[in-house]
């Protein structure tokens, strides 16, 4: 089954063209989305929706941190997303007009299905899964699906899920977007040709893995990591940390750059690699001054840059390139970069890639 590959997860992570393009299979060469992307209902019930409720558990969790960005700022409605083993035991003040979105790989996570259930339970009937398993759990508890078809996910670490499930946000958002009144037909044509585009674009990543297997032979060695991003980004700096914890054992922590002056900024030195995530945005000269604070303090730096990015190499400073500069859809691309590097650093280390200790592919209990 694994064929010329030697682990699931590497197997997984190469399978994210093909996983993208089945999910997005439906919309086929359509200039224009429908809401019944997410089930017959979904017309009348995405209708006026004015706000969401993303809840979700680990990489899944990331998604929905992706999408808050993407929602805000497209759709022009209010998004807060919460941790489903938060969500389900704290008394919260509930909003029936609300749409919740449960995000889940398995369908079956315990916290994130009894979340749904708890939001139910408060009248919160708007509900959406975006789901990889079709008749799992958290599917039959939703009014709505999104089914998103990167196959079966054998890793434990979350890989094509983790990208398909940011195909189906960003659709989401689009949806609500038009919904609401805020996308001119040239901009939703926009939007779904860069989401077609999307495998081709990770086709040119997937071929940098040559140069990430370098720089994780680098930092293997390690005790500690600190990712940083801003924007859109910072949820991948999240994912990347907890991918090289989960599956290398290094200590790993993801932060916004902005907050390195708050508190992490103590921890660098030069054993302290700090990989960045540097695409070409309206954030980039900010986030190059909190680099200039960690390099000052001796730590090394790791920067994924994007093909237009201003940042060089220097002592103590290595970029990588992305070929492409992705906009809103940049995180997709970004991440994968990062996979490949947990991936790599795991295997220099000769940790159990696909079956991290302590951890099992779906959570079931809590
Ligand atoms: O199946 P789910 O998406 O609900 O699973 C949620 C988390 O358990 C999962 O994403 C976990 O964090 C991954 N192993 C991370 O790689």
New binding site residues.
Partial sequence: ELGDYQHYMQKEIFEQPQALAATLEMIGGAQTLTPNLFGVAAPEMLAGVRSVLIL?????FHAGLVARYWIEQLAGIGCSVEIASEYRYRVSVPNPEQLVVA???????AD?LASIKHAKALGMGRTLAICNVPESAIVRECALRFLTRAGPEIG???TK?FTTQLAALFLLAVTLAKQNGRLAPEHEAGHLKALRHLPVAVQKVLALEPDIKVWATRFADKHHALFLGRGHHYPIALEGA??LK?ISYIHAEGYPAGELKHGPLALVDKDMPVISIAPNDALLEKLKSNLKEVAARGGELYVFADADSAVDEEAGVHVLRLPEHYGLLSPVLHVIALQLLSYHAALVKGTDVDKPRN?A???TVE
């Fill in positions: 979700a558990c680990g990489t899944s995000i889940s790989q398995s369908g079956e996570t994130t434990v670490a979350s899920a907890l991918k989960e951890l592919k779906s959570v």
